[in-house]
Structures are given as structure tokens and as C-alpha cells.
């Protein structure tokens, strides 16, 4: 690192205290700029760096709710509005447990390079609560989501602020978020939300984009060297929107997933997932893996370890942050995996990155790799504007090209600056500049 970028993440240190996932996301991304500041006195003129890290607002709020037994239940609520300067905030909302302001922050942090990547015009923010939806009743999601959005509606608009889905929110949570907007801001704002239900404003191939994105990513990785998906091996994490979507896209190009896994272990299932199955057990039931592998032969459970200690040809982590370790990198180079594609948001710890970088295989992070989910959001955006809707063929064919674009950009961009193959660096100089050259036009804001 450069003085002037140490100093800064010195700062963001002393100023977000104990908001560890915030600190290893600024790192990773400020590590990556001293070849772009090099050149340009004028980013550290204009104090760009320590206007980046500093969110533009951060919105914390109480979410007061009454489950089915009649108890009064208080979660904590999020919404932190990064940074404004190419469009109206734009990322999702997560519900879960663990949800806390620092994940909100190195989520929003991150979302401002990759929504930059799609050159789509948005700017970044991220939100949610520490609200667990497993085993709550429709009725309780409802409830909770109303109390939420009752706050949170404030705060959002088409123009101002466009939340989404994220971990623990799926189309349920969109509609009855969208239902209380709509209700106490007594306008059919159908941009304010995106991941809504086709018959209210949603987009065909929002559902799949970021999985699809993900898996269209690493083929245009294996394209650098002349290879593709087809015939390989590949482990997949997670199990909820982004994994399915990444199977599905996978068995169309040719590729065999063979691992799934959620919070309480993973399967493995040699033959190749059963889409259809996992479809089944975790759209409709909202069940288990563990669920899939009762009603598959010849599909086993295991609850030590990780799928990283699979052999496989690609990784996609499609779970959640820091689920790969140095040490599950290690394992996944010693078993020949050639290419890490991140479905999920920062999957690897940096430990892990250094270890796919000095194996020289090719690494891609959640910034560029899994953008195609906010890109279709912003294509629905772009339909609820115009009050069309496009069949799933436009949307998909506007998915890929976006993919193949956000792609070429990181390779050209690490290409230019002297670092070939080096994604991490692709994508975050390109995100960067994007971003740094617009707050430089708009003034010291
Ligand atoms: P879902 O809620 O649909 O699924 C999340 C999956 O990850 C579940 O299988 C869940 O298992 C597992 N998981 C979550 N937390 C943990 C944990 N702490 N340990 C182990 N497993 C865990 O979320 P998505 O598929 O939408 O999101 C997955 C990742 O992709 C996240 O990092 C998200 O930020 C990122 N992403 C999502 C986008 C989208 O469009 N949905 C867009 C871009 C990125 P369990 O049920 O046991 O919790």
C-alpha cells in the first residue's frame, strides 16, 4: 500500500471500530488502487479516497413487531446510502441473524464498485436487519417486514433510493415490503423496489440473473485460455437464490455441479444436483439440503468441513462471507480447481485470495463476478420506468451482454495496468474511476 492509502484505512479503522468485515473490504479494494492513484494527483486533490470510504448517510432504526404467541419482538434495522454519485442508491436487504452495521457497510462499500461495473447508472447503498425468517410463519414475515418498511420508506424512492433482495429476502419479503410502501406513501411507485412479482412490476430473469451471471463470468474466465464449462467439475456453496440459479446455468453450459450446502452442512451428489429436486425442497418447502439428500440416491451429507474439500475444476461460493478460507483454498489448488468465480458477496478471506494469486489460477471477486443480480435490477428499473415489460429472452440476452462487457472491462483495465489475469484489480480500478472521475465533476459533496 501507498502512505496516503494506509493512511486512510488507518482511519477507517480508528472510525468503525470492531466492523471487521467493513475494514477487510476497504483493504481489499484500497490495496488494489495505488496503480490507479499514481497517475492522478488529482484523486488525493480532492480527498477522493477519504470521501469513498465515509457513507453519504447510515440509517439505524428499531423494528418493533408482534410474533404469532402475542410476544412484542425488537429487532435492529439498516439502510446505509453509500454513495450517490452515478444514480439513486441501489442494493438489497438482508435478513439475518448476523446482520450487523459493519456487514451493512462492506456490503454497501462493495456494491459501489459493482454497480459502477454495469455502467447502468446507480450508485450504492445495502440494508436489512438482524431479523432471522427461518422458521417464522408467513404471518410474522409479514408483520416484521410492514414494521420495517414503515421506517424505511422515509428514506426510499425511484429516484432516490431502490432496494432489493438479499440473503433472507426472496420475492415473499419484496411483495409485502412493496405493499406497505405502497400503502403509506399512497403512491404506485413500482421503481422504488426491485425482485418484485412478475404480476407487479418484476422482470423476467431477475430471479436468475445473478446465478446465471456468476456462471457466465467463468466462462468467459475459461475463454481467456481457450477452455469453457463444458465437462467440468464444479462446486457449488450455498443453496438459496444465487446457488440454484448458478446449477441451472451450469448444466445449460455443459458443467456438472456436484455439491450444494446450507448453515448446517453440505451434500454431495456425484451424479450431478438434481435441479428439478433442489428447486422443490428449497423454493417450494423451504427446506433443508439435508432434505434433498433424504429423497436422492445416492446423495451423502457431511457436516464437517466444507464443499471445498470436494475435487472440482471450478469453485463458485454462492453462500456468504468468508465461507472460503486459506486453508479451503489451499485444498481446492491442491485438487486442480483452476477457476474461483464468487457468486456471494466477499466469500473469500484475504488469506484465500493470496493463495488463488501466487497459484496463479484464475480469481474473480463478487464485485464483478456476481453483478448480473444488480444489473437486472436496474433493467427492471428501466421497465418500470417506461411501463414496458420485455419477454425473457430481451432480459437475458441484456444479462449476457452486461456479463461479457463487465468482464472484458476488468481484463482490459488489468491488461492496461500491467497486471494480465489480475481480476481483482480489473474490477476494482474500473469500479474506482468510474466512480472518482463523476465526484470529481459533481464538487466537493
Ligand atoms: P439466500 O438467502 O437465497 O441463500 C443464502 C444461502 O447461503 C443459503 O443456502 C444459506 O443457508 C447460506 N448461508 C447464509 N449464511 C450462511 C452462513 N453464515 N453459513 C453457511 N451458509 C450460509 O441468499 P442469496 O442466494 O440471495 O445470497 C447468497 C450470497 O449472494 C450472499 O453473499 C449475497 O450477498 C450474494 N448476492 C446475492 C444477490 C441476489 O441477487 N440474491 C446479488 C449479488 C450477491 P441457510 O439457509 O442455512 O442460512
Redesign the pocket.
Known amino acids: 500500500m501507498n502512505a496516503q492509502v494506509d493512511k486512510v484505512y488507518e482511519q477507517v479503522v480508528a472510525r468503525n471500530r470492531g466492523e471487521v468485515e467493513f475494514h477487510q473490504a476497504v483493504r481489499e479494494v484500497l490495496d488494489s488502487l495505488t496503480p490507479a492513484l499514481e497517475g492522478h494527483p488529482e484523486y488525493t486533490e480532492n480527498g477522493l479516497l477519504e470521501r469513498l470510504v465515509e457513507p453519504e448517510r447510515q440509517i439505524v432504526f428499531r423494528v418493533p413487531w408482534v410474533d404469532d404467541a402475542g410476544n412484542v419482538q425488537v429487532n435492529r434495522g439498516f439502510r446505509i446510502e453509500f454513495n450517490s454519485a452515478l444514480g439513486p442508491y441501489k442494493g438489497?436487504l438482508?435478513f439475518?441473524p448476523?446482520v450487523n452495521i459493519g456487514i451493512i457497510k462492506f456490503?454497501g462499500f462493495e456494491q459501489i464498485f459493482k454497480n459502477a461495473l454495469t455502467g447502468q447508472g446507480i450508485g450504492g447503498g445495502k440494508g436489512g436487519s438482524d431479523f432471522d425468517p427461518?422458521g417464522k410463519s408467513d404471518a410474522e414475515v409479514m408483520r416484521f417486514c410492514q414494521s420495517f418498511m414503515t421506517e424505511l420508506s422515509r428514506h426510499i424512492g425511484p429516484n432516490t433510493d431502490v432496494p432489493?433482495?438479499?440473503?433472507?429476502v426472496?420475492g415473499r419479503e419484496i411483495g409485502y415490503l412493496f405493499g406497505q410502501y405502497k400503502r403509506l406513501r399512497n403512491r404506485y411507485d413500482a421503481g422504488v423496489l426491485t425482485g418484485k412479482g412478475l404480476g407487479f412490476g418484476g422482470s423476467l430473469a431477475r430471479t436468475e440473473?445473478?446465478g446465471y451471471g456468476t456462471v457466465l463470468f467463468a466462462q468467459s474466465m475459461l475463454g481467456t485460455k481457450g477452455d469453457s464449462l463444458e465437462g467440468k467439475t464444479v462446486a457449488v456453496s450455498?443453496?438459496?437464490?444465487?446457488?440454484i440459479y448458478a446449477v441451472e446455468k451450469l448444466q445449460a453450459l455443459g458443467g456438472k455441479a456436484v455439491t450444494i450446502?446450507?448453515?448446517?452442512g453440505y451434500v454431495v451428489d456425484e451424479a450431478g444436483i438434481d435441479l428439478d429436486l433442489l428447486k422443490q425442497v428449497k423454493e417450494v418447502e423451504r427446506g433443508?439440503v439435508a432434505d434433498y439428500a433424504a429423497r436422492r440416491p445416492g446423495a451423502r451429507v457431511a457436516t464437517g468441513g466444507s464443499v471445498w474439500q470436494v475435487p472440482c475444476d471450478v469453485a463458485l461460493p454462492?453462500?456468504?462471507?468468508n465461507?472460503l478460507d486459506g486453508d479451503a483454498a489451499a485444498t481446492l489448488v491442491k485438487n486442480g480447481c483452476g477457476v474461483v468465480a464468487e457468486?456471494?458477496?466477499m466469500?473469500s478471506t484475504p488469506e484465500a485470495i493470496e493463495v488463488f494469486q501466487k497459484a496463479g489460477i484464475l480469481y474473480a471477486p463478487?464485485k464483478a463476478a456476481?453483478a448480473g443480480?444488480?444489473a437486472t435490477s436496474a433493467l427492471e428499473m428501466e421497465q418500470n420506468a417506461s411501463r414496458t415489460r420485455w419477454d425473457f429472452e430481451t432480459a437475458n440476452a441484456k444479462l449476457t451482454d452486461i456479463m461479457a462487457d463487465i468482464h472484458d472491462s476488468c481484463v482490459e483495465t488489468a491488461e492496461r495496468y500491467g497486471q494480465p489475469g489480475n481480476y481483482v484489480l480489473g474490477a476494482n480500478v474500473t469500479g474506482f474511476t468510474r466512480v472518482a472521475d463523476v465526484m470529481i465533476a459533481h464538487g466537493i459533496i
Open positions: 438489497g438482508r439475518h448476523s456490503l427461518h432489493a433482495g438479499d440473503i433472507g426472496g440473473a445473478t450455498g443453496s438459496g437464490n444465487v446457488a450446502s446450507d448453515s448446517s433443508r454462492c453462500a456468504t462471507q465461507e457468486g456471494a458477496n466469500p463478487g456476481n443480480g444488480v
